[in-house]
Every structure is written in structure tokens, then in C-alpha cells.
């Protein structure tokens, strides 16, 4: 059984920093990838960004040169360095883990950027 834990979520000033952790736990594939999604009041979710397990990277446009994901293979752990926040950024954040077709998801958490 594998599960995603998120954290680090909560209430940021617009310009402000927040890093979120992804953890991962089971029964888990070396070669995978991991990503961070969110979804905002309203709206679909969309996809932020990924990284794969030899460090390859993605991003979205609207959260280049902003954010930065990052992983931990030894503690299949996850994070996401966000910077110069704003309120667009505000959304619940999940992360989601695939490898040999299958994919999960965590719960989310909830990262609010207002002043």
C-alpha cells in the first residue's frame, strides 16, 4: 500500500516563501516520478511540476523561475521550494507519485497567500 503525505501548507503574505514536503511510504519502484499538482477554488487542477527519479525536471509556466521541486530518493521524499508568492498561487497543492503505470495521489494541503 502506498501513501502521500503532504505538508507545509498554510497562510502566506503575497511575496512570501513556503516549502511543502511530499512523503512517500510502501511499496515504492525505484525509477518513478514524482509531481506537484494544485487546484484552486473554482477550478480544475493543474499541473505545477514533476521530477523524475534521476532528477529531471518540468515546470509550468506560470511557476518558472518561482518555484522549485526537488527529492530525497533515500527518504522518498518530495518538496517544493515556492518564492515570491502570490494570491493566483493560492490552491490546495497534491503531490502524485507513478511508476510502472500506476499512480497515487496524496490528500493535499492547503496553501492560502493573502495579506
Known amino acids: 500500500q502506498v501513501q502521500l503525505v503532504e505538508s507545509g501548507g498554510g497562510l502566506v503574505q503575497p511575496g512570501g516563501s513556503l516549502k511543502l514536503s511530499c512523503a512517500a511510504s510502501?511499496?515504492?519502484?525505484?525509477?518513478?516520478?514524482m509531481g506537484w499538482y494544485r487546484q484552486a477554488p473554482g477550478k480544475e487542477r493543474e499541473f505545477i511540476a514533476l521530477i523524475v527519479s534521476g532528477g529531471m525536471t518540468n515546470y509550468a509556466d506560470s511557476v518558472k523561475g518561482r518555484f522549485t521541486i526537488s527529492r530525497d530518493n533515500a527518504k522518498n521524499t518530495m518538496y517544493l521550494q515556492m518564492n515570491s508568492l502570490k494570491p493566483d498561487d493560492t490552491a490546495v497543492y497534491y503531490c502524485?507519485?507513478?511508476?510502472?503505470?500506476?499512480?497515487?495521489w496524496g490528500k493535499g494541503t492547503l496553501v492560502t497567500v493573502s495579506s
Open positions: 502524485r507519485l507513478r511508476f510502472n503505470g500506476m499512480e497515487y
Open positions: 510502501g511499496s515504492i519502484f525505484s525509477i518513478n516520478t
